[in-house]
């Protein structure tokens, strides 16, 4: 099973809004609506921000929303903030009958 | 509150074998899958197991099938990960993960445990 591909990198100023893009494939993306989406600070654990392709647990901001079209997924962040500088995960269940995660994508707040 | 505390890492040789513990509380253990993440030094998160709230159905990454047995024990409140045939790029810290119920995500992830796999 291959991993999700994901830009090494995004970057955004304070208050814009950036899209992290998660590529796939009809096996896993494109197959069911559980893609999951998650944040993880430097030396914190991974901190779940969106589940089922586009929900958002309760304690999460509005400001962190999602889509799925196809085989790509993409995470977009509004009105940037220093807090979000972090590392952003996909993460898909697949055919294989596990899960699979992408390479991850480092956010940078200028 | 959710906790999860894994235990049971440290230094092992290539070959070796080496079983984690997860230790859980603050929720209703089974009734929720467990699994296991893990993060190599440096790198990305990537899916080493996971055992259903009965403990019938297992899952296992393409790198650790046959090698890793999970296992749970509602009595302790605690999944296990036995790991065997270890390799150097087995070397990751490991983080116990509470199951999303119904909604094939991950809840919430423990600290984590260092297992080092070097002659």
């Known amino acids: 099973q291959s991993a999700l591909t994901q830009p090494a990198s995004v970057s955004g100023s304070p208050g814009q809004s950036i899209t992290i893009s998660c590529i796939g494939s009809?096996?896993?993306?494109?197959?069911?609506?559980?893609v999951s989406w998650f944040q993880q600070h430097p030396g914190k654990v991974p901190k779940l921000i969106i589940y089922?392709?586009?929900k958002r647990p309760s304690a999460i901001s509005y400001r962190f929303s999602a889509s799925k079209s196809g085989s790509t997924a993409s995470l977009t962040i509004s009105g940037l903030q220093a807090e979000d500088e972090a590392d952003y995960y996909c993460?898909?269940?697949?055919?294989?009958?596990?899960?699979?995660f992408g390479g991850g994508t480092r956010l940078t707040v200028l | 509150e959710v906790q999860v505390v894994e235990s049971g890492g440290g230094w092992v040789q290539p070959g070796g074998s080496l079983r984690l513990s997860c230790s859980a509380s603050g929720f209703t253990f089974s009734a929720c899958a467990m699994h296991w993440v893990r993060q190599a030094p440096g790198k990305g998160l990537e899916y080493v197991s996971g055992?259903?709230?009965?403990?019938?159905?297992?899952?296992?990454g393409d790198s650790v099938e046959g090698r890793f047995v999970i296992s749970r024990d509602d009595s302790r409140s605690t999944v296990y990960l036995q790991m065997s045939g270890l390799r150097g790029d087995d070397t990751a810290v490991y983080h116990c993960?509470?199951?999303?119920?119904?909604?094939?995500?991950?809840?919430?992830f423990g600290q984590g445990i260092l297992v080092t796999v070097s002659s």
């Open positions: 009809n096996s896993d993306v494109g197959g069911y609506n559980r």
């Open positions: 089922e392709d586009i």
């Open positions: 993460c898909s269940f697949a055919t294989t009958n596990n899960w699979v």
């Open positions: 993960v509470k199951d999303l119920p119904g909604k094939y995500s991950f809840e919430y």
């Open positions: 055992i259903n709230d009965n403990g019938r159905t297992t899952h296992y």
